[in-house]
């Protein structure tokens, strides 16, 4: 009955990704941005159900379980941070610009060069967060399916490649419609379900008004801060989320829709946190063994709430992944090969749509490969973001508000002090915000646990330095490029 229940959620958001296909219309623009041409619900609706993730919701409830509210809810505050940042920031501006990638800011701003350093970039960090979203389906269907974790994934996988593939942006955007009605549907109805049944039961010291979670050392404040701004500033320069900003259809639509988007990822992740805290009061005793949240469902709650909260998280993962594999892809073909917009005079086809569509089973398949070898939800959210930040955020804010000075040559010095200082730690410390690091860890006895978080902080400020001292040193010796002229936007209706 639950996999029945699941599968006419899972079958639904599948069909209205193929019937919306047809938008495409043959078009890499109407593909990789849906025309520039979608209004505020389905622009918002994209934004919050690439925020609120499977990492955001059974990664927070296992962290908020074991570690405390702030360990869990940071990540989808951090998300709803991001969100509200990037509306009052930058939203306006990156719409107005009329770009099909983030990485073509790059470009436009400092060289081919510095484009193709942040695309790889990019694409090795957007792997590792679709991976995190392939665990959870893979826990999902080995749990309550009976399949094995590898027939999970790729179950996941084939689903999001089949509407993706044909509808782009546009099936992305009406698909995560669906996605987050379900989504918010489920988070309500399990908090009110232990609230009325078990009550919200807080342990001593992991509560939301225990503020030693952020103060104190001792109980992890280092970690959930590197948490909250790893996802809160590092996920400002998510190629998924610019996609949809890209795809708004005027530049105040683009905003609201990130501040509408920051709230409703802020109401839907909090409530799993709660549920957490009250798990170990639910559960007494009892041997857990597994997903904190996927043992509650499936020992304790009744099977329509069940069907409803598995169906949340799935809606959850796919929304997430579609939007991964699709900017993905477009960055892989159009910032590192350069391929570029054009119809093929005979055939009247657009390359540039057909070699998207072509990468992406590529890219799925890098990600499955992080799945398998890394079975972990939240951490691997927040190791993607946590690249971005050392790396990319300098040169895209300072790009913005420092436009004057800003050089190839101090972007360039930023992105590779960051990414190598970062890197370097992360291979040094045996622990990534709080688990074991089991990717790729160099036994040593200088730095332990407890340097776990400082990296997050130390990379980007290194890279921060390292602009500015660069950009001082050796300033611009031509006037700066102006931006493109912005494209014309019709007047919204007061």
Not at 121 to 146: D, H, K, P, Q
Request: proline share 5%.
């Amino acid at each position: 009955m639950i996999i029945l229940g699941v599968a006419i959620g899972v079958v639904l958001v599948l069909a209205v990704g193929l019937a919306v296909a047809r938008k495409v219309d043959g078009d890499s623009t109407n593909f990789l941005v849906a025309g520039r041409a979608l209004g505020l619900p389905l622009v918002a609706a994209g934004l919050m159900g690439q925020a609120v993730d499977s990492n955001a919701t059974l990664g927070n409830t296992d962290l908020s379980a074991g570690f405390g509210f702030w360990a869990g809810a940071s990540l989808p505050l951090g998300l709803g941070l991001c969100l509200l940042l990037t509306g009052v920031f930058f939203a306006k501006r990156m719409n107005a610009m009329g770009l099909l990638s983030l990485p073509d800011f790059y470009r436009i701003k400092y060289s081919r060069g510095v484009e193709l350093a942040s695309s790889v970039l990019m694409i090795f960090s957007f792997c590792i967060l679709l991976a995190g979203n392939l665990v959870a389906g893979g826990f999902l269907f080995e749990r309550f399916l009976g399949t094995s974790y590898t027939a999970g994934v790729l179950i996941i996988v084939g689903v999001v490649l089949a509407y993706t593939i044909t509808g782009g942006m546009f099936s992305d955007a009406y698909t995560a419609f669906i996605q987050v009605i379900i989504t918010v549907i489920g988070s309500a109805a399990l908090l009110v379900w232990v609230a009325l049944t078990y009550g919200i039961t807080v342990p001593e010291g992991m509560g939301p008004f225990d503020l030693g979670q952020l103060g104190d050392p001792a109980q992890g404040a280092v970690v959930n801060w590197a948490t909250l701004i790893a996802l809160g500033i590092g996920d400002i320069v998510a190629i998924d989320f610019m996609q949809r900003i890209f795809s708004a259809k005027s530049p105040e639509i683009a905003r609201r829709a990130c501040f509408v988007g920051a709230a409703g990822t802020a109401l839907v992740g909090i409530p799993y946190a709660l549920v957490a805290l009250s798990s170990g009061a639910i559960f007494g005793d009892a041997q857990v063994d597994g997903p904190v949240l996927f043992v509650l469902l499936e020992q304790y709650a009744p099977a329509g709430l069940t069907i409803m909260v598995l169906s949340a998280i799935v809606a959850a993962s796919c929304s997430t992944a579609n939007g991964v594999i699709l900017g993905t892809a477009a960055v892989a073909v159009r910032n590192i090969a350069g391929r570029d917009q054009q119809h093929d005079a005979e055939t009247g086809k657009d390359p540039l749509l057909r070699q998207v569509r072509f990468t992406m089973p590529f890219v799925v398949g890098v990600a499955i490969l992080f799945a398998l070898r890394v079975p972990q939800t939240g951490i691997l959210l927040t190791l993607a973001f946590d690249l971005m930040l050392a790396a990319l955020v300098v040169p895209f804010v300072l790009a913005h508000w420092w436009p004057a000075r800003i050089t190839t040559a101090a972007a360039a010095a930023a992105i590779t002090v960051g990414l190598v200082v970062r890197l370097g730690f992360f291979v040094l410390t045996p622990t990534i915000y709080g688990v074991d690091n089991t990717l790729l860890y160099i036994p040593n006895s200088v730095f332990g646990p407890g340097f776990d978080g400082w990296p997050t902080f130390i990379a980007p400020a290194l890279s921060l330095l390292t602009f500015v001292a660069v950009a001082l040193l050796r300033p611009r010796t031509t006037p700066p490029t102006p931006d493109p002229s912005p494209r014309t936007v019709a007047a919204e209706p007061t």
